[in-house]
Structures are given as structure tokens and as C-alpha cells.
């Protein structure tokens, strides 16, 4: 069966006043129809440029240098801002982190859910463009009254909730969700995670997660890609990455997790910070910080070993010359 995205080897550069950035580098996955697929790391290791870079919505200042990027196996890499336009909103859509600037903040729910319906749809009578609103306002768990109210009237998770309502009002085969819980406390956040599962359940519309936080993704996702200085580290269905985790990156995010921590003892640290993408390090990116780091990690990149038929991991500690190392993470209880 072939895959609903695939993106091969996908690099994106950004020109800044003080050299070319190498945001993403070589990047490969695919996702297919109806997956949930979690993308984690840091803040600044690429997750959101890569999704953006895929929908086509990066600055002037970014350009996609190497890789492809294939839609139901069609090529849309060179695609140009006209035939992007028509595939925005219909094919995928994207779910931002903070609700209340992807809104305005002077026009009612209602009225914002009926421009994205219209956009593809702009003969729609007027009676019928009423019951669509009110029907993805209900699909989201709102009651259609919230049409009627601006955004400052609304909870953080409302107007999340509405945000998400716009993002399905052409039915996209594909969800990209950045961050979609970071604004929301904890009880929002498992509420809007449940959400956008029971969508996805509804729907059949595939969902890339992106997130830093991976007790986060633990609750929706059906596989997970560990991402580090622009390029995947780790991938594998959400069993295999937090039940059995292979890369010391993979490990050293486990161990931050708050619910990891003894009573008594500082919540632990990755040591350091992502290296500058101006200029990557030669070799493993993350050997810096690596207290498992082999002299190979300083000189050469690792490639990706494959651990099952579903599970990768880009570490030399997977190369069957390396010395057997117990992983420092306990078993993963969601």
C-alpha cells in the first residue's frame, strides 16, 4: 500500500546574517492514511520547519535544497504558491501551538470556521454553510452557541478546540498538529489529545504530532520520530521507542520526564545545548553531550541501524563492534 506523504531525504536551509542555517538535513519518513505519527525533540531541532517546509509555508529567507516530497505519490516538491493553495486545506492542514494568535481576535468562531469552509467550497448557500459550522463545531466537542462568540470570550481549550474545527473544515487527509497542547494545562491537554485521537478514529485523517514533551505523544501516537540538529535519530512504532529506546538521545529525553523523578533528587538534564545548525559538528551532532559517546561519534556520521522491521535508531552503539552499554531508562509505563 503506498504511503499517504513520503518524504525522501527532504533538506532545508535558511540564509541568516551570519551563515546558511542547516535546519533540516536529510530527513526520510512516510506516514500512512489514518496514522498518528509523533515527531519530538528539543526546541530548535527542526520539527517545525520540517512540517512547515512540507506544507510550503516557510519565510523567503528558507529554500528546500535537497530531498522530495511525495502526496498520494504525487511529486509536490517544486510545486509553486498557486497549486500549494489548492492542496492547503483540503489535503492537509495544520494545528498551531497558541490558539489565540491563529485566531482574530474581533470576529466571531462562527464567521472564521465559514471563511476556511468557503474557501474551498465558495458557492455553499448560506443555510448549508450554517449547518457545517455548526456540524464541525459539534465535532470538536464546542455547542454550536460558541458560533455566536469571539475568541477573548473563550477557555484556552475552547479556542483550541476551534482552531482544530477550522483546520477540519475541508476534511484534510492530513493533520499536522505543532505543539498543540503547549498553552493548555495538563487536564486540556489529555482533553484535547483524546480529541484529536476520536477524530482521527472519526475521520481516518492522518495526523503528524509534533512535540517536545514525549509523556505527551505517549497518549496518541501509533509510531514516533526522535528528531536531534535537523535529522532523525530514532523511529519506531510507540511500543518500540518507549519500551525499548536505542539512542542515548531517546534515553536522556525519558529520563527528563517529570514522572521519572525520585522523591528527593533534582529532575535530571540533558547536559548542554543543541549544537549551532550554522555550522554542524562532524559526525554525531550529539556526541557533545553524549556520556556513551564512542571516538567514531567525533569523527563520522552514524547511519541508521535497523533494530526490527518498524525500529531505527542512528547511533554507533548499535554497530555490533561497540561495547554493550545498559540502557540508564526503566521499563515505560503509560
Not at 38 to 55: D, H, P, Q, T, W
Request: aromatic content about 6%.
Amino acid at each position: 500500500m503506498s504511503a499517504l506523504l513520503d518524504v525522501q531525504d527532504l533538506s532545508v536551509t535558511f540564509h541568516s546574517p551570519h551563515g546558511l542555517v542547516e535546519a533540516v538535513r536529510g530527513v526520510s519518513f512516510s506516514l500512512q492514511a489514518g496514522e498518528v505519527l509523533a515527531i519530538v525533540g528539543e526546541s530548535g531541532c527542526g520539527k517545525s520547519v520540517l512540517c512547515k517546509s512540507i506544507m510550503k509555508l516557510l519565510p523567503e529567507s528558507a529554500q528546500i535544497v535537497g530531498g522530495r516530497i511525495l502526496l498520494k505519490g504525487t511529486d509536490i516538491t517544486g510545486y509553486t504558491e498557486r497549486e500549494m493553495r489548492r492542496l492547503r486545506g483540503r489535503a492537509f492542514s495544520m494545528l498551531f501551538q497558541d490558539p489565540m494568535t491563529a485566531l482574530a481576535p474581533t470576529m466571531t468562531i462562527g464567521r472564521q470556521i465559514g471563511e476556511a469552509v468557503l474557501v474551498h467550497r465558495p458557492r455553499l448557500p448560506r443555510a448549508a454553510l450554517r449547518r457545517r459550522v455548526a456540524e464541525l463545531l459539534d465535532l470538536v466537542g464546542l455547542d454550536p452557541a460558541a458560533a455566536r462568540l469571539c475568541p477573548y470570550a473563550l477557555s484556552g481549550g475552547m479556542r483550541q478546540r476551534s482552531v482544530l474545527a477550522v483546520a477540519l473544515a475541508s476534511e484534510p487527509s492530513l493533520l499536522f498538529a505543532d505543539e498543540p497542547t503547549t498553552a493548555l494545562d495538563v487536564t486540556i491537554q489529555a482533553q484535547v489529545l483524546d480529541l484529536l485521537r476520536a477524530i482521527q478514529q472519526k475521520l481516518g485523517t492522518a495526523t503528524v504530532l509534533v512535540s517536545h514533551d514525549l509523556a505527551v505523544v505517549a497518549r496518541a501516537a501509533d509510531r514516533v520520530a526522535v528528531m536531534y540538529a535537523g535529522k532523525l535519530v530514532e523511529t519506531g512504532t510507540a511500543e518500540e521507542v518507549f519500551y525499548d529506546p536505542r539512542h542515548p538521545y531517546t534515553w536522556g529525553l525519558l529520563r527528563a520526564l517529570p514522572a521519572r523523578a525520585r522523591e528527593g533528587e533534582p529532575l535530571y538534564t540533558i547536559p548542554g545545548m543543541p549544537p549551532s545548525l550554522i555550522d554542524p559538528p562532524k559526525g554525531d551532532a550529539f556526541a557533545c553531550r553524549n556520556e556513551y559517546a564512542l571516538a567514531i561519534d567525533y569523527e563520522e556520521m552514524p547511519p541508521m541501524f535497523q533494530i526490527t522491521d518498524t525500529h531505527f535508531a542512528a547511533t554507533w552503539l548499535l554497530d555490533p563492534r561497540a561495547p554493550k552499554i545498559e540502557p540508564p531508562v526503566g521499563r515505560w509505563s503509560k
